[in-house]
């Protein structure tokens, strides 16, 4: 293969350029409002800013080059300090191709290499506008993928596609906010039975007095507008959300506006989890996300890579499809003992009081009202000691569960990911034989602690030994 | 309790000196902050109190260097390391060689003068500490711990 140095796509000028502009808007702010010549002379600054600002981004092209090698991709940049990147193909953890919608006619795409190296939220290797041709060079020699062509059609192993009723509810369930406004919604009805009439009737004289229903009237209506925006981002991002398998690879794309290819392959994942917030454990939806070792997922949730965003309880086992080492009924999972939910339970109520007692102490008619986080705690807590579990399958794979601010994690990493393992007990917990078992996994630039509160003893012991020995 | 190495006499020494270190930063910050309650009239219970809570702090650290050191223990065998510390909140932690990437040696001015060395055994995801060791357990510790891991592979568990 020949090796020379190539540039980027012609289009990156405009790219750079759009991101230069971005990152300098300030200052062409600054220098609208400091000028107070004539209107053309301001246009004249501003249209001299701009050229400069184009200088800089067709420097920033002709100076980044890169070389696709027979082992490694070579990246140059920089135009004062020079800056060589070497990634090895055999290194890459995962794959992200990023396509603006007004780069799709151009094909053009954005490409970002990540290694397990630890590099901050940055991948190791970036291709800021290349065209589709040298994608499929590289997702060859990444991934040993034939390039697409028109007459064969892509053979996929596996493939799921969202619908627009999961797309739909994945989005709604995923604005935390809900909940709260309903949970308002009922306070406030409640506040009607709870304050006397002519209290209700004056205060709303004098709030009408200062005008502040229409302050009122605004909040609602930016509330609404947050609302909207969070659920069209959502569904702006997992527009179309496709995940496919072929061979070891696992493939999702996304997105409207920006449409994200990740692609990693099986081995490289760290753990699977599956999580529910209480309101979609109410409703029997499930969301299946990837613990992978990149940033490539750095804007979803919590970091992990979504790989199924909302499915139906009940469809989980398609999971095994996507992730052959993920069973695809889920074990009985080993429970805490009654010891160890009361602890849970305990806790959260003591958490609770350190709000409620000043506020009850000082703020006194409506301090009472910080009483109703009490019960709040109790259930929390008591949610917590339902679901935290543990189980080893077989030989390889440990399942755990864990529950906190009324959200579930299932928790499936094979034994060749977990770092390390400890056992914490506190001289009170070992009386009762009780104690926290905390696994390490490697997750994104960092470590992902899992950890398994209250359990027995015994149970924690058994996973512990199973860890650390080779065979069993 | 692991049947496990105990960590070497010398570090209760180490930690007695850095009890010290920590009365003489907090008397120095308390002296600091006298000279601006008596020149910019700050509320003059601050510097009274980060006093006593120095001294009480440091009286702390004294007492329990003799319990720190009677229940840290580590070992290091075939497969694993395993590290465990403390009674009243006890910690047990397996790390398995295979998973090892990198191991450190470090040792500031005082551990230098004491000949011990710190082991930082670092993973994928986590640093795990073993506190001191003298330099030849060191010098051993880290070519057992590297051979080991050169032999050790993620496949074959």
């Not at chain 1, 602890?343 to 009483?371: E, F, K, Q």
């Not at chain 1, 390490?440 to 992902?448: F, L, S, T, V, Y």
Request: charged residues 15%.
């Amino acid at each position: 293969m020949k090796t020379t140095k190539r540039h980027l796509h012609p289009l990156a000028i405009l790219v750079f350029w759009g991101r230069y502009i971005i990152s300098w808007f300030i200052i062409i702010l600054l220098s609208l409002f400091t000028d107070h010549g004539e209107w053309n002379e301001t246009a004249m600054v501003v249209v001299i800013i701009l050229l400069v600002i184009l200088l800089f981004a067709v420097f920033k092209y002709w100076w980044y080059r890169y070389e696709i090698g027979d082992q490694a991709i070579t990246i140059y940049t920089g135009v004062i300090f020079r800056k060589q990147r070497h990634v090895p193909y055999n290194r890459i953890q995962t794959l992200q191709l990023q396509q603006w919608l007004f780069l799709k006619p151009f094909h053009a795409v954005s490409v970002q290499l990540e290694t397990a190296g630890q590099s901050h939220d940055q991948a190791e290797a970036v291709l800021p506008v290349v065209s589709q041709h040298v994608v499929d060079q590289l997702q060859l020699l990444v991934n040993g993928e034939q390039p697409l062509s028109d007459e064969v059609p892509e053979v996929v192993d596996n493939r799921y596609q969202i619908s627009w009723s999961d797309l739909n509810t994945y989005a709604l369930t995923s604005m935390g906010i809900i909940p709260i406004l309903l949970g308002l919604l009922w306070l406030y009805g409640k506040l009607d039975d709870l304050v006397s009439k002519s209290v209700m009737d004056e205060t709303i004289n004098v709030v009408l007095h200062f005008g502040v229903l229409v302050i009122v009237g605004l909040a609602v209506l930016l509330i609404i507008a947050g609302l909207l925006v969070s659920y069209l981002t959502i569904v702006q991002r997992y527009y179309h959300f496709i995940l496919t398998k072929k061979g070891d690879r696992l493939h999702t794309e996304k997105g409207f506006f920006q449409r994200n290819t990740i692609t990693a392959s099986e081995s490289r994942i760290q753990a699977v989890v599956m999580r529910q917030t209480v309101l979609r454990q109410l409703l029997g939806l499930i969301s299946v996300q990837l613990v992978l070792v990149s940033s490539a997922a750095k804007e979803e949730d919590q970091d992990n890579l979504v790989m199924l965003p909302v499915i139906d309880q009940s469809r989980v086992a398609i999971v095994n499809q996507f992730v052959s080492w993920v069973p695809a009924k889920l074990p009985a999972l080993t429970r805490l003992t009654v010891a160890g939910k009361y602890r849970l339970m305990r806790n959260a109520v003591l958490l609770s009081l350190i709000p409620i007692i000043p506020l009850v102490y000082w703020l006194r008619p409506w301090g009472w009202l910080s009483l109703l986080l009490l019960p709040i705690a109790l259930i929390m807590g008591w949610y917590a000691g339902r679901y935290m579990g543990v189980k080893r399958l077989d030989h390889q794979l440990l399942v755990l569960q864990t529950g906190h601010h009324f959200q579930r994690d299932t928790t499936i990493v094979p034994k060749r990911c977990i770092q390390s393992v400890t056992i914490e007990q506190t001289y009170w917990m070992r009386r009762v034989g009780l104690c926290h078992l905390q696994v390490n996994i490697r997750h994104g630039d960092g470590k992902e602690m899992v950890e398994v509160r209250y359990l027995p003893l015994q149970t924690a012991k058994d996973v512990y030994q199973w860890y650390r020995t080779k065979y069993n | 309790m692991i049947k496990g190495d105990a960590l070497p006499q010398q570090i209760k020494t180490v930690w007695r000196i850095s009890a010290a270190g920590t009365l003489i930063f907090g008397l120095l910050i308390s002296a600091g902050l006298q000279l601006a309650i008596h020149f910019w009239h700050w509320w003059s219970w601050l510097g009274v109190s980060l006093a006593v809570l120095t001294i009480l702090t440091t009286i702390v650290e004294l007492a329990i260097v003799p319990y720190r050191y009677r229940f840290w223990r580590y070992r290091i065998m075939a497969q694993s390391v395993e590290i465990e510390s403390g009674f009243f909140f006890h910690e047990l932690t397996a790390i398995p060689i295979s998973r090892i990437q990198n191991v450190t040696l470090e040792a500031g001015p005082i551990l230098q003068w004491q000949h011990l060395q710190t082991v930082n055994i670092e993973t994928a995801a986590t640093t795990h500490k073993i506190e001191s060791v003298t330099l030849a357990t060191a010098d051993q510790l880290k070519q057992q711990i590297m051979a080991l891991a050169m032999e050790a592979n993620d496949e074959d568990d």
